[in-house]
């Protein structure tokens, strides 16, 4: 099948300036040449640590953010195409779901209306079928009819959590970007809410590009998965082959850090040193070099390209 969705040699920065109207002095390269495809019905997984250029790119995708450079193709065209307009005739289609819904809800509307407010905006339904189409994903998304009436306060996070993803879901989107979605919950509450997107890639056929700081939260829910280190992709594989034999020596250190129950399998625990350098200065060569284990002198002189090893699995390394 065709992909839904194309990423083609994407970048985004933004201007540095020496105070609020001063020169521009630099650029952040938060999203640095990144490609990649998704395949309809699938999910996406994009790690990496706080810093990485996740959210940025997360939100060129949906069209929030002007890329500097590349392209991004949804459904085989160019979501700047068309212009404003097509832009904004996507918006339904292309839905964001962020970690703090409750920053997005307003406390005095109901949970039924806030709902049913964006239907009603993008003209999706008639008002008198507005109450049951409301209902319905509320259903679809685990929340009781009686909840309609509520208020945003009335709810605990992993609720709200619901409601953020209702009120995407209501515009019947082919895509969702989540970002960081179940960071702010709970460890329990977490297991539900992934369940709950996995039920949503399932039966309601929705793509998925979930961006997580943590590989754990990814494992369960994505078909394949890419780590990103200061603006660029550096590994990208299947969840199976990711998580059973990666290749880039940041990835190792990620998996490394997840604790697990069987202490044979335990990994040998690679600890990162030092801090993300800044995406204004990326490091020359190997952008990972200044925390590598591993680094030889090639790595600060040289940069990796993303070179395919096996079964489409991808690495930036210089010894994969
Ligand atoms: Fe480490 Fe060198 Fe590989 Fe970069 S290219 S990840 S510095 S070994
Ligand atoms: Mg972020």
């Known amino acids: 099948a065709a992909p839904l969705l194309e990423v083609e040699g994407l970048k985004t920065h933004f201007p540095i300036r020496d105070g609020l109207f001063g020169q521009i002095s630099g ?47 949804f459904n085989g065209r ?23 819904p409750y920053g997005s809800l307003n406390p005095r509307v109901r949970v039924g209306d806030a ?30 009819p009686y909840q309609f009436a509520r208020y945003p306060h009335e709810f605990s996070g992993g609720q709200r959590q619901r409601i953020g993803i209702a009120r995407a879901l209501a515009l019947k989107p082919e895509l969702i970007v989540a970002d960081e979605p179940v960071s702010a919950l709970d460890v329990s509450i977490q297991a539900q809410i992934i369940n709950l997107f996995s039920d949503l890639k399932e039966q309601q056929g929705v793509t998925f590009l979930f961006i997580s700081h943590d590989l ?48 044979d399998a335990r990994r040998d ?26 680094a030889i002198d090639r790595c600060r002189a040289e940069v990796p390209v993303l070179r395919t090893l096996a079964d489409g699995h991808q690495a930036a390394c210089h010894l994969a």
């Open 27 to 73: 650029q952040v390269r938060a999203v640095d040449g990144v490609s990649f495809r998704i395949r309809r019905g699938t999910s996406f997984g994009l790690v990496g640590e706080s810093g990485s250029g996740k959210s940025t790119l997360g939100r060129t995708v949906l069209g929030l953010y002007e890329p500097t450079a590349g392209t991004v193709r």
């Open 78 to 100: 160019d979501i700047r195409a068309g212009g404003r307009k097509g832009l904004a005739a996507l918006r339904p289609k292309m839905q964001l779901v962020f970690q703090d």
């Open 115 to 144: 709902i049913g407010e964006a239907l009603l905006a993008h003209g999706l339904v008639r008002k008198a079928e507005l109450r049951d189409a409301v209902l319905e994903v509320m259903r679809i998304c685990g929340l009781a």
């Open 216 to 263: 754990a939260v990814v494992e369960h829910l994505c078909d394949e998965i890419a780590v990103m280190y200061l603006g660029l992709i550096v590994e990208t594989a299947g969840r199976d082959a990711l998580f059973d034999r990666p290749r880039h020596p940041y990835t190792q250190a990620l998996l490394s850090a997840i604790p697990v129950a069987d202490p």
């Open 269 to 294: 625990r690679i600890v990162l040193q030092g801090e993300l350098p800044s995406p204004a200065a990326p490091p020359a060569g190997c952008r990972f070099h200044t925390r590598c284990p591993l």
